[in-house]
């Protein structure tokens, strides 16, 4: 696969996409494919030069004490070449949460394909240095900032990613959690209402609860326990949806609601909890890897990539009546899933494509942990809708999609 995207015009060299989270010192250059292909303008102008302030000369590893666990920077003087777009084409886009995992992939996305972008974070479990390799571009803006707070901003289209997503995240502060879904979506929502920008809100599969039924289409309501451990984020999901839907009903907002299934990729954090984060680091560090339950429990596995496409075809667009599952049908048992991973570490562990084991480590192992509470125990979208309405299905395999995933935390934990 060369490319990512549902369409010509809004693809992207994965190259472009994989120089800023698997080599992020390496800084793609003007002769990429997508430069060349972006539009009859200048090669100067579509990528923009930053000026250093500091040379390495004067702050480099022979001069700083216990480099690099004192100070690291990447060496990138230029940033990556975008798009150059008619004004009339441009789009300035908010994107809330666009520090998170799925956030920070998504602005990526949007900047190489030309538009103005507006990043609001409160960092409360997103990170900073997925996007800065941004900082200073004349496309890109970034404000730290709460939705719970009311903001004014001139915008197009609303992106609103901005939830914890992880149990762990999500447990740590229940009351933000249904705050953030509940009064950040109104705002964003207000905020929608007055600019008349076109808003996605991106919910979850979560709000299926443990489903009764399977696979789990639209139509579904839904088996959710509201008022147990995970209620605040499946339950505060559930309200923003109906907030959404108020809104278009009563003020005529455009809406889109993208109900997201199991998604991986690079920029998880390593110690969010989530199933393919927790089984990759732990079979790099050779520790056990810890299934809760007996290992039964399914999930459908999806690619960041993919859902990125997905929420950019949701958006563009015509289909506002009902929520759209963004999911892969590649379902598995959370016992195969750990297997799989273990068998693909071992497997670029032996071709040296990854570092070998640390001193005095063996081979993970997997051990198994009391059932979590409210845990699904089935989960795999209907995606008949997706298919109809936005020509979208999912492209990446997941073992390409998890080879990608543990070439970039093997990078990470070497660091």
Known sequence: ???VGNSRDDSVPLDLLQSLYLNPILSPTSSSSFARSAAPAPASASTHTRTDSVTTEC????????????VAFTTRTTFPPVKKLAPQQRKRILVTGGAGFVG????????????????????FSGNKTTLSHWVGHPNFELIRGDVVEPILLEVDQIYHLACPASPKAYQRNAVKTLKTSFIGTQ????????????????????VYGSPTVHPQPETYWGNVNPNGPRACYDEGKRVAEALTYGYARQDGVDVRVARIFNCFGPRMSADDGRLVSNFVVAALRGEPLQI??????TRSLMFVHDLVTGLISLMDSSYADTPVNIGS???????SWAEAILSLVRDLRAAGQISPLPA??????????????????RRRPDTTLARETIAWEPKWTVQAGLEETIR????????
Not at 59 to 70: C, E, I, L, M
Not at 360 to 367: L, P
């Open 1 to 3: 696969m060369t490319e």
């Open 59 to 70: 702050y480099g590893p022979s001069t700083v004490r216990d480099w690099p666990a004192a």
């Open 104 to 123: 920070s992939h998504l602005v990526d996305r949007l900047m190489f394909l030309g538009h103005d972008v507006v990043v609001l974070d409160s960092f």
């Open 187 to 206: 705002n964003m929502l207000g905020l929608a209402k007055r600019t008349k920008a076109r808003f996605l809100l991106s919910s979850t599969s979560e």
């Open 292 to 297: 809760y339950g007996d290992g039964s429990a």
């Open 329 to 335: 049908s590649d379902e598995g048992t959370v016992l």
């Open 360 to 377: 005095g480590k063996r081979e993970s192992v997997i051990e198994f942990l009391p059932e979590v509470v409210d845990d699904p125990p």
């Open 408 to 415: 970039y935390f093997a990078a990470l934990l070497a660091e």
